[in-house]
């Protein structure tokens, strides 16, 4: 069966690895962005150009036969080198320029990231920025993304990156029910209102400590609106549904909240920026690694809910102080090692 190996394209390994992945032909036309017809034709050429099935076809599913499971296997090897080989190419450029696919999400793009962005772009203009907004990770081996922005305490194995800042949550509620109330509030205990109504964020979100604080300590008659969007709680909470946990970065801007009680450190969780190590040399990943620390660094107090936004000359203000984060094995970080990002 060496021969008619002869006759194979790449395109005819990766269209037998998504039918194998995707399980149907219509799921694998989607993955490739063809239809469900030129999948099945192609399929029926290759196993004829081969002379044996590739899949068992039942009512649930193509599953692939043994010879179907070895050349699935094959394309996953060919399409790890091929991709290892486009990173190592993305990572050899000089000057920043080119295409960078940023993943992070909407909590943190629409209250954080998009004017850094814009100032970025001000300042290196030959660099184009594709923002993928997600809260699920991305793989950033296989570029679905080059740089990845998250809040967590468990940035991946695989990345490279650094710890640029600590969000802290706060609990927060509307200045006309706490006149009281605000960014340096500390006298409220929040055991005393437990029997207020809250807001909190669903069962999709309970990995976050302030979320898990709400579903252990509030009455569950209590929690009278749940929400799977941060930027949707925070709506809430302004409307007096109910007070609930925001980030500090969040809530202190917005002037329709006010902080009910001093921020809880065991609820914060890091900010990170992270990347693939065979990108971090590059020249635009690094324009923009750097350019995004450095702005951070500027806003820390804010970020980590120390200090609200000022406003200077009718503008929202930004506040600045040294960057105090901490940074793993130099300038950059590898989970587990030290590593330059």
């Not at 929690?223 to 946990?245: F, K, M, N, Q, T």
């Amino acid at each position: 069966m060496v021969e008619p190996f002869k006759n194979l394209a790449w395109d005819d390994f990766r269209l037998i690895k998504a039918i194998a992945d995707a399980g149907r032909l219509p799921a694998a036309a989607e993955l490739l962005g063809i239809n469900h017809s030129t999948v099945f034709r192609r399929l029926g050429q290759i196993e004829a150009t081969l002379g044996v099935s590739l899949f068992e076809r039942h009512r649930t599913g193509y599953v692939p036969t043994a010879v179907g499971e070895e050349m699935v296997e094959l394309a996953s090897d060919i399409d790890e080198r091929i991709t290892g080989f486009g990173r190592k190419v993305a990572g050899a450029e000089v000057v920043p320029e080119g295409e960078v696919r940023v993943t992070t999400s909407d909590t943190l793009l629409t209250h954080l990231f998009t004017p850094l962005f814009a100032r970025f772009r001000e300042k290196e203009p030959r660099v184009r920025l594709d923002i993928v907004v997600s809260n699920q990770a991305l793989n950033l081996s296989k570029r679905d993304a080059d740089v990845a922005i998250r809040a967590t305490d468990t940035p991946p194995e695989n990345l490279v990156g650094r710890r640029v800042a600590r969000i802290n949550w706060g609990l927060y509620g509307r200045p006309a029910d706490f006149p009281d109330a605000g960014p340096e509030a500390r006298g409220v205990e929040v055991s005393d209102l437990f029997d207020r109504p809250w807001v909190a964020l669903g069962d999709r979100m309970a990995g976050l400590k302030a979320v898990r604080f709400v579903h252990e300590h509030v009455p569950a008659e209590k929690i009278v609106y749940r929400i799977s969007s941060v930027l949707g709680l925070a709506e809430a909470i302004a409307e007096g549904i109910g007070i609930g946990h925001l980030p500090c970065f969040i809530g202190n801007a917005e002037p329709g909240l006010t902080r009910l009680a001093s921020a809880e450190p065991a609820f914060a969780t890091d900010l990170w920026l992270l990347t693939h190590p065979d990108l971090r040399h590059a020249a635009r990943i690094r324009a923009l690694l750097d350019f995004l620390a450095a702005e951070i660094a500027r806003d820390r107090d804010f970020i980590e809910g120390r200090k609200g936004r000022e406003v200077e000359d009718g503008q929202t203000g930004r506040q600045t102080g040294r960057q105090t984060g901490r940074q793993i094995g130099g300038p950059g970080r590898q989970a587990g090692t030290s590593a330059d990002g």
